[in-house]
């Protein structure tokens, strides 16, 4: 089991930054990468950023240049820079981990409770 606890939503203004957090705690070790996606109402949830290794991350195309993505190994925590934020980034932030298990080593996913992020123009 892995259980993941988000932190730093809030309102900012377009231009401005923010930064998440997503502790991580329980088989952590199992983890074979962390990321972010986000939901905006009415929308579905997509991935922003994940962080698989050191060097080796992804970005969705609409952050890429503006977020990066870390993670600090000995705190079991990843973070999620935000830079030159738009409006459009308004929108329910979720961390993400999985793991691979079973026969087949099939990915499974575990989710934070969210927290919201919303860019006033």
């Known amino acids: 089991q892995v259980q993941l606890v988000e932190s730093g939503g809030g309102l900012v203004q377009a231009g401005g930054s923010l930064i998440l957090s997503c502790a991580a705690s329980?088989?952590?070790?199992?983890?074979?990468?962390i990321g972010w996606y986000r939901q905006a109402p009415g929308k579905q949830r997509d991935s922003v950023a994940t962080f698989i290794s050191a060097g080796n991350t992804n970005y969705a195309d609409s952050v890429n240049g503006r977020f990066t993505i870390s993670r600090d190994n000995a705190k079991d925590t990843a973070y999620l820079q935000m830079n030159s934020m738009k409006p459009g980034d308004t929108a329910v932030y979720y961390c993400n981990a999985y793991i691979l298990r079973g026969t087949f080593g099939s990915r499974y996913d575990y989710w934070g409770q969210g927290t919201q992020v919303t860019v006033s123009s």
């Open positions: 329980g088989d952590t070790s199992r983890i074979v990468a």
